[in-house]
C-alpha cells in the first residue's frame, strides 16, 4: 500500500489520521473527515452515515439539504440526491457507517485514489468507534453522576422527613424535593388517613375532593401520566389544568394519596429513570408519612389518657371522701370503673343539719352507658341529689324531681336508675324508692332475706313519672345491700355471671363483719370469679348496717 500511494499521499494520510484522532467528539471527527475527502475528489455533495444502536442515519450531510441530518440511511435515497458514489467506514463486512459523494469532476476515482479513500475511511472506523466509546463513557459517567445525585437526594430527604413527626411537614418536604429535583413550578400533593386530618399541599395545580378520585386513585399502582389516567373527575380537572405526572401514594396495598407534578422546563420528558426515582422518593415518604400519623396517634392517645386520668381524679373526688358517723349505723361502700371513669355513683347524705343522729339519706346509682358521657351524666345526678336532699319531704318526692331535672337536661337514651333510702338512726325507720334500679337486699340478723324492688321507671325517661315507696324497719343486726348490676352481672371466662344467689350467699357468709369487712370481702369474690375476664361494667356496692 505505501508504494501505491507514494509519499505525497502517505503524509496526507498521516496529517489526516492525526486530525481524525486529535478530537473524541464524534462531530469534529465527522466533519474532518467530509472536509478532507470533498477537498481531496473536489465534490459539492458528501454524506455520512454511521451505525447508531444498530441502525444506519445520517450522521453528517453536506450539499443536499433534502437529506436530514438523524434520519435512517437509504441508498436509493442518498442517489436521488446527488450521491453515486458509496464506500464503507471499515470493514465491508461489518462496517461503522458509509461515506457517500458525488462524482468528481473526471467522473471516476482513479485507482490510487480508491486506495487512499479505503485508507482513510479505515482510520476513520478507529477514530469512529473511539469516539463512540467515549460518547457512551460520558453518558455513563453522567448516568452515574445523576445516580449519585439522585442517590444523595434521596437520602437527604429520608433524614429529613424522617424527623419530620408532623404530616404536613412531612408532606411539604416531599412537595419541595420534587419540584426541586425536576425544576417544576407547579405540584399538588396530598395524603389522607381515617381518623387523620388530610395533608395538602398544592402550589399552580389543584386536587378534586379525596371522595371524588377515591375510586380512579383505587387502581393506580405506578406512576402514570395523565392522559394515561382512568376516565373521570380526577383525569379531567387535572388535564384542564395541564398537568403531566401522577404519583400514587401506596401503603398496604392501598391508596393513602397521590403526588402531581407539572411539566418540567423546555417540555423534557419524564421518562423510567425519572418515574423510578420519583417512585422512590414517594415510597420513602409514605413510609415518613405513616410515622408521623403513628406519632401524632400515639400523643393523642397520651392526651386522652392524661384527661381521663384527671377525669378520674375529679369523679373520684365526687364520692364521699370518708364515710359520715351515724348513730347506731355503719356505712361502708366501694366503686370501681370498668374504664378510667365510671357512670356508677353512691352518696351517704344528711337530711338537715349534718349530726350522727340526724336521718340520713343513702343512694346508689348506676348511669347508663359506660365511659365519659355516663361520667358526666353522674356528676349531673351528684349535683341535683345534693341540691333537692333536704328540701323534698321524702325519697318518692326527691325521685319524681329528679328524673324531671334529669329529663329536661340529658338526651334521649341516656337515663339513671338508682336507689334511694332515708333513714332515721334513732328509730331504725327506713323508706325506700326504688326508681329502676336492682333490688335492694335486706339481709336481718336472724338470717332471712327481704328485697327492695322497684317501685318507679328509671330516673330521665319519662316526665311526670311517679315514684312509690317501702317502708321498713331495720333492728340490730341488720344490713341491707344497695349494689349496681356490675355485681350480679360480673361473668368469668365461660362468661357465666356471679348472680344475685351467689351475692346473697356471700353477704350471708360475712354478716357478722363490719360493713368495711364486707365490701372488701364481695369484691375479693367477685374477682375470684371472674379469674381475669374482661370487667365491663362499672362495679358498686354499699353496706348500710344497724349496730
Known sequence: MTS???????????????????????????????????????????????????????????????????RPFEEAEARSAGMELFFPIG????PAGFLGVSRPPSGELEAEEQEFLRALLGIAAGGIANAKAHAEAQRLNRRLDQKVQELNTLIEFTQEAASAFDPDEVARVLALTLAGQWAVSRFALGAWKRGHPPVLRQKGLSLPPFEAMEAELAGLSSPTAVGDLPDGALKR???????????????????????????????????AAEREFGAGL????????????????????????????????????????????????????????????????????PVGAAAPGSPHLVCVADVSGKGLAS????????????????????????????????????????????ILLAVDPAT???????????????????????????????????????????????????????????????????????????LVSSLEARSSLPSEAIVDGIFDDVDRFVAGAPQHDDVTLLILRRR
Not at 501505491?4 to 492525526?18: D, M, N
Not at 380537572?237 to 411539566?263: C, D, E, I, Y
Not at 392517645?301 to 381521663?308: P, S, V
Not at 345526678?381 to 329529663?407: C, D, F, I, K, Y
Request: net charge negative; with cysteine.
Open 428 to 502: 331504725g325507720t327506713c323508706v325506700c324508692t326504688n326508681a329502676g334500679h336492682n333490688p335492694g337486699i335486706v339481709l336481718r340478723a336472724g338470717g332471712s332475706v327481704e328485697w327492695l324492688p322497684a317501685t318507679g321507671l328509671a330516673l330521665g325517661l319519662f316526665p311526670g313519672a311517679e315514684y312509690g315507696e317501702q317502708r321498713l324497719s331495720l333492728r340490730p343486726g341488720d344490713l341491707v345491700a344497695c349494689y349496681s348490676d356490675g355485681i350480679t352481672e360480673a361473668q368469668d371466662q365461660g362468661e357465666r355471671e356471679f348472680g344475685v344467689d351467689q
Open 282 to 349: 414517594i415510597g420513602q415518604a409514605v413510609m415518613a408519612l405513616e410515622n408521623a400519623w403513628l406519632v401524632s396517634e400515639k400523643l393523642e392517645r397520651q392526651r386522652i389518657e392524661k384527661e381521663l386520668a384527671l377525669a378520674a381524679s375529679i369523679q373520684q373526688g365526687l364520692f364521699p371522701s370518708a364515710m359520715p358517723s351515724i348513730d347506731q349505723l355503719e356505712v361502708a361502700a366501694r366503686s370501681r370503673p370498668a374504664r378510667h371513669v365510671g357512670g356508677d355513683y353512691y352518696d351517704v347524705l
Open 4 to 70: 501505491s500511494l507514494g509519499v505525497l499521499r502517505l503524509q496526507a494520510l498521516l496529517e489526516s489520521a492525526e486530525l481524525l484522532h486529535a478530537s473524541l467528539e464524534l462531530d469534529d471527527l465527522l466533519r474532518h473527515l467530509l472536509r478532507t475527502v470533498m477537498g481531496r475528489l473536489v465534490v459539492g455533495r458528501a454524506l455520512v452515515a454511521v451505525d447508531m444502536d444498530g441502525a444506519l442515519r445520517l450522521a453528517l450531510v453536506r450539499g443536499a439539504p433534502a437529506l436530514k441530518a438523524g
Open 237 to 271: 380537572q387535572l388535564a384542564h389544568q395541564q398537568a403531566a405526572l401522577v404519583f400514587p401514594l401506596r401503603s398496604g396495598g392501598v391508596t393513602v394519596g397521590l403526588a402531581v407534578l407539572g411539566s418540567r422546563p423546555g417540555d423534557l420528558a419524564y421518562g
Open 375 to 418: 361520667a358526666l351524666l353522674m356528676s349531673t345526678m351528684q349535683a341535683t341529689l345534693r341540691a333537692l336532699v333536704g328540701r323534698v319531704t321524702s325519697p318518692g318526692v326527691l325521685a319524681a324531681s329528679a328524673n324531671e331535672l334529669l329529663h329536661a337536661t340529658t338526651p334521649g337514651n341516656k337515663y339513671v336508675t338508682a
Open 91 to 94: 470493514e465491508p463486512d461489518r
